[in-house]
């Protein structure tokens, strides 16, 4: 499937509709940040273009953000608007985990 424009895909293929039938949680991370890129360019469809760059974070997404936005900028098919959908994902994934790591259980007391 690869470059076949996702629109030519098998409906369970498509990663919005694997997604819509599975849960977010079962998309493997090409198709998340495929979903995130939204869609294809003139060379790759979305699912390529995301692949792409998870290649370049050595197929880690947890290095992802320490792609700069020069080097998202060098890959073919990815402009400010596509670079602009990565760089909110991961600001809002940081800020999510920033926000779990600050929340405090709440301690009870025994009882006796």
């Known amino acids: 499937m690869r470059n076949l424009p996702i629109s030519c895909?098998?409906?369970e293929d498509i990663p919005t509709n694997r997604a819509e039938e599975l849960g977010y949680k079962a998309l493997s991370d090409v198709e998340l940040l495929s979903i995130?890129?939204?869609s294809g360019s003139v060379y790759n469809n979305?699912?390529?273009l995301a692949r792409?760059?998870?290649y370049h974070c050595n197929n880690n997404v947890k290095n992802l953000s320490k792609l700069s936005e020069?080097?998202?900028l060098k890959m073919k098919g990815l402009g400010k608007t596509k670079l602009a959908r990565i760089m909110a994902a991961m600001e809002l994934g940081t800020?999510?985990?920033d926000a779990?790591?600050?929340e405090k259980p709440q301690l009870s007391t025994a009882t006796t």
Do not use: H, M
């Open 70 to 72: 020069r080097d998202l």
């Open 46 to 48: 979305s699912v390529e």
């Open 95 to 97: 800020r999510a985990y």
């Open 9 to 11: 895909w098998a409906r």
């Open 36 to 38: 995130v890129i939204g």
């Open 100 to 102: 779990s790591r600050e």
């Open 52 to 54: 792409e760059v998870l």
